[in-house]
């Protein structure tokens, strides 16, 4: 398999180098990073050649693992691992004694939280308390509303379209997130304007 005949985001080539301008600077201090939602793998691939001090550890559901798994062959450097199957409505996932390998110190994952359910949302958040040590950071990138108001008419349009596809979906409110992090000993650190409506938040653990 070459890249030609991989999935390819447009959006992760248009958005990587501002998420990466801010977690260079939040990660400058951490080591080892689970991303959640790997998807097309190109964030993995850019951020840890990027990154090089961390080791970058992809992951995604079953079905989307080979082609993640091909990219990350292909173009990954030697800090990015091979991809980990995980799914956070999995309950492996907020089981303690399945949990990722003790170690990590962030987790990343963009564009998630609108497409899983907010029970999905709430297990994430559960399942990083578990794998993550204190003081680690959560760091979240994807669109999302401030007290039920959108941020622009296209982020409206979006939620109409993700919510007419699949109910359980749909941009989610900051403060509820806040809410469902600060239940799983999260803080919030810091809520970033990004390109294209989005945002980048970031939470610690136990600050």
């Known amino acids: ?22 977690l260079r600077t939040a990660f400058a201090d951490r080591s080892r990073v689970l991303e959640i939602g790997s998807g097309t793998g190109q964030h ?12 970058w550890q992809p992951s995604e559901r079953r079905p989307l693992l080979k082609d993640l798994g091909a990219r990350i062959a292909l173009q990954g450097t030697p800090n990015l691992l091979p991809p980990l199957e995980l799914d956070v409505a999995d309950r492996a996932w907020t089981r303690p004694t399945d949990v990722p390998p003790p170690g990590w110190d962030a987790v990343f994952t963009a564009n998630t939280l609108h497409i899983v359910s907010q029970s999905e949302v709430e297990q994430l958040f559960l399942g990083a308390r578990r794998a993550l040590g204190p003081r680690a950071l959560l760091a979240a990138y994807g669109p999302f509303r401030y007290r039920g108001h959108y941020t622009s008419d296209s982020n409206a349009r979006f939620d109409a379209m993700l919510r007419a596809r699949d109910p359980d979906s ?9 809410s469902v992090a600060g239940g799983q000993g999260f803080t919030l650190l810091a809520d970033h304007a990004m ?7 970031l939470w610690r653990r136990g600050a």
Do not use: T
Not at 13 to 22: F, K, S, V, Y
């Open 195 to 201: 390109p294209a409506n989005n945002q980048l938040r």
């Open 1 to 22: 398999m070459d890249l030609a005949e991989l999935p390819f985001s447009e959006a992760c080539e248009r958005n990587r180098g501002p998420i990466l301008a801010i």
């Open 170 to 178: 749909g941009i989610r409110d900051a403060e509820w997130v806040d």
């Open 44 to 55: 993995a691939v850019y951020f840890a050649a990027s990154m090089p001090w961390l080791q």
